[in-house]
């Protein structure tokens, strides 16, 4: 095969992937909360094994994405999301200042404590989300969020969802040029 014709390494095994094995006939909240899981983990898998170099890669100029970037963007995505539009809370942002509207992608450089931050907020945030969800009694409650109207929850983890997998096909082609792999 040509070097044109290669196809790039996949990440996983055929079988071995453990985004398979969530549950497959739940109700529509069960339904949404494990495609927003899987979403997530879509986006751990596009990280693993990565140094902080590689994770701090940035696409082509002037572009600042990174994989890292996009974990700490993801992180701030939840808790605006979650933390102070539907809960209400005095969370101030994990990276971004109205002087530095785009540090999450900006500070995202290839140090190790960075790179350990970020994974430790996005984790924070994505299990308040999950109690979040879990707490709210029904997918019908509606928030007031400031520019957006009222949304009900269903709305909003359809949004996250979007968000994830919008950025999953970015962190696809970040992933590839970091290493050649690409995939599932």
Not at 61 to 70: A, D, H, N, R
Not at 71 to 98: K, N, Q, Y
Not at 111 to 125: F, K, N, Q, S, T
Not at 157 to 183: F, K, P, Q, T, W
């Amino acid at each position: 095969m040509s070097e044109l014709n290669k196809r790039a390494d996949l990440f996983l095994e055929p079988g071995s992937d453990p985004r398979m094995n969530g549950p497959r006939l739940g109700d529509e909240r069960a339904t949404l909360r494990e495609f927003l899981r899987l979403q997530r983990l879509t986006l751990e898998i596009k990280c693993e094994g990565l140094s902080a170099g590689e994770l701090a890669c940035r696409s082509v100029e002037p572009s600042t994405m990174s994989l890292l970037g996009l974990v700490r963007h993801m992180a701030e995505v939840e808790r605006i999301w979650f933390r102070r539009r539907l809960s209400g809370l005095d969370a101030p942002p994990l990276f971004c200042t109205p002087q530095e509207p785009d540090a999450e992608f900006d500070g995202a450089v290839a140090d190790p404590e960075v790179v350990a931050h970020a994974w430790r907020v996005w984790r924070e945030e994505t299990a308040f989300t999950d109690d979040f969800v879990a707490r709210t009694p029904s997918l019908d409650a509606t928030f007031e969020i400031d520019r957006h109207g009222r949304m009900s929850l269903r709305e909003v983890l359809v949004h996250m969802i979007e968000e994830y997998a919008r950025h999953n096909g970015h962190a696809d082609l970040l992933r590839e040029r970091i290493d050649g792999r690409v995939g599932q």
